[in-house]
């Protein structure tokens, strides 16, 4: 759905061609997120389709010039309008990762948290290089000022998904250990359930922060 009203919003500043709307998407993104030139053509026969851009002019569809029609702007205007749906999460390879890690025979978790702490954190260091040659360029026009927003998000995602491995390992430290010492056997009562923003217990703690000192040490 992003693509079909980030085509839309670039229509809204004059006709384009499908081309010109590839670049120009990729442009505004940083190619964060490339798009397959077949992926436009499809997309724009939809458009139109709903009536939300109009042909102009003749041709075949990649010498075609689309215009965005008053039904496509009103739809443009109310997706500017709309909140972003949380509700409905997009599977996350990650987290159904280390879900079905959990309880596998044979798989370590705490290894697979450490390999993705490392390739998050290198992912991280590249998004915040960028970030410095952003700042330093300028930015002068909003393609620059609109890569500059996209290379944010992308940082603090990665920080956050760092703070989320750090809780995951906590968490998994605590559940080892509740488990030698015979939590949640048959007969007994479990204690509290923590919360995500429960502080981990003291051995959690300082196991997660030796693992991340051991990442990040030069």
């Not at 990762?97 to 290198?122: F, N, W």
């Not at 809780?167 to 949640?184: F, I, Q």
């Not at 204690?191 to 997660?208: K, L, R, V, W, Y």
Request: one cysteine or more.
């Amino acid at each position: 759905m992003s693509i079909r009203y980030g085509l839309l919003a670039l229509l809204e500043s004059g006709p384009r061609y499908g081309s010109q709307l590839r670049t120009e998407f990729e442009s505004r993104t940083g190619a964060t997120w490339p798009l397959n030139i077949g992926q436009v053509y499809t997309t724009l026969q939809r458009l139109e389709r709903d009536g939300l851009i109009t042909p102009e002019g003749g041709g075949d569809a990649k010498q075609q010039l689309y215009a965005i029609t008053d039904t496509g702007r009103r739809e443009l205007g109310e997706w500017f309008a709309r909140p972003v749906d949380r509700t409905q999460p997009a599977r996350d390879e990650l987290a159904i990762k280390l879900a079905m890690a959990v309880g596998t025979p044979g798989v370590d978790v705490s290894e697979i948290i450490q390999a993705q702490r490392r390739h998050t954190l290198t992912a991280m260091q590249g998004y915040t290089r960028l970030k410095a040659r952003a700042l330093a360029a300028g930015p002068d026009t909003s393609d620059e000022m609109a890569w500059l927003l996209v290379l944010e998000q992308l940082i603090f995602f990665a920080e956050a998904e760092n703070r989320w491995l750090d809780h995951c390992e906590a968490r998994l430290v605590r559940y080892a250990k509740d488990r030698r010492g015979g939590v949640g056997a048959a007969g007994t009562r479990p204690g509290p359930t923590a919360g995500p923003d429960d502080p981990p217990d003291e051995a959690a703690d300082h196991a997660t922060t030796a693992a991340r000192r051991s990442e990040t040490a030069p």
